[in-house]
């Protein structure tokens, strides 16, 4: 049963409230879609790799039994937006000198963390005789190797393309290694305080609830029980 609204009131509209992820996909989505209009096709093709990039997860969730948690598709949108659209498409790379860095030392962090969930997961998350520190190192290892990798594509676009991403050549490149292994470390150093000691550190609670939506992969170890050092 409705009621009328008292006399001399007005109807007032519920205010419109859009969720900030909800914004930051909107956002991407109106960027393509103006480039697309505009015939700036290398913004709209940029902002489709960042929407394809942040799709992956959920691909990947849809043809398998692993699930990730709900804040990774947003996370590598808003990362891959970064690096594209504002550090390559607007210019940031070379207006801020420390864009670069900021990226480098946050993705070299992730891979660390996703260093440790598959080192976990080769031990089904019991590790009985393996120490923790041991793993922590596995993961940063993983997170160098793809860094290094990376800075392979970029020579290779470089010679093969003629395009600059190596800006400045061995220089920017040792760099970029340097700031890895940084990034690395502290990506490790978060994942075994995770799995030691169940802190809360910066990226971990990625790594925490990757694991408890993955019983089957994680099937030795309650979720949150510390582990050997």
């Known amino acids: 049963m409705t009621t009328d609204p008292a006399p001399g009131t007005k109807h007032r509209p519920l205010p419109l409230r859009l969720r900030p992820t909800s914004a930051i996909w909107l956002g991407v989505v109106a960027i393509m879609t103006v480039a697309a209009a505009q015939s700036a096709w290398t913004t709209a093709a940029a902002a489709?790799?960042?929407l394809l990039f942040a799709l992956g997860p959920r691909g990947y969730s849809a043809i398998t039994t692993v699930a990730f948690p709900a804040g990774l598709s947003t996370g590598i949108l808003?990362?891959?937006?970064?690096?594209?659209?504002?550090?390559?498409?607007?210019?940031?790379y070379v207006t801020l000198w420390w864009w670069d860095v900021v990226l480098h030392l946050v993705s070299s962090a992730a891979?660390?963390?996703?260093g440790m969930a598959l080192a976990l997961m080769a031990v089904g998350n019991a590790l009985p005789r393996i120490a923790?520190?041991?793993?922590?190192?596995?993961?940063?290892?993983?997170?160098?190797m793809i860094g290094a990798l990376w800075e392979v594509m970029?020579?290779?676009?470089?010679?093969?393309?003629?395009?600059?991403?190596?800006?400045?050549?061995?220089?920017?490149?040792?760099?970029?290694?340097a700031i890895n292994f940084i990034?690395?470390?502290?990506?490790?150093?978060?994942?075994?305080?995770?799995?030691t000691r169940?802190?809360?550190w910066p990226l971990t609670g990625m790594l925490g609830r990757f694991i408890?939506?993955?019983?089957?992969?994680?099937?030795?170890?309650?979720?949150?029980?510390?582990?050997?050092?």
Do not use: K, W
Not at 136 to 141: D, E, F, K, Q, S
Not at 216 to 228: E, I, K, N, T
């Open 154 to 177: 970029e020579f290779t676009l470089d010679a093969t393309l003629g395009t600059v991403t190596q800006r400045s050549g061995l220089p920017d490149t040792m760099s970029d290694i």
């Open 48 to 50: 489709a790799s960042c």
């Open 198 to 200: 169940a802190a809360r």
């Open 111 to 114: 891979l660390s963390v996703v």
């Open 78 to 92: 808003v990362f891959t937006t970064a690096a594209l659209l504002m550090g390559e498409i607007a210019g940031f």
């Open 132 to 144: 923790a520190r041991m793993l922590a190192i596995l993961a940063l290892g993983f997170a160098m």
């Open 212 to 229: 408890a939506l993955n019983p089957d992969l994680y099937p030795l170890r309650p979720h949150g029980q510390p582990v050997r050092r």
């Open 183 to 195: 990034g690395g470390l502290l990506g490790a150093l978060a994942a075994h305080a995770h799995v």
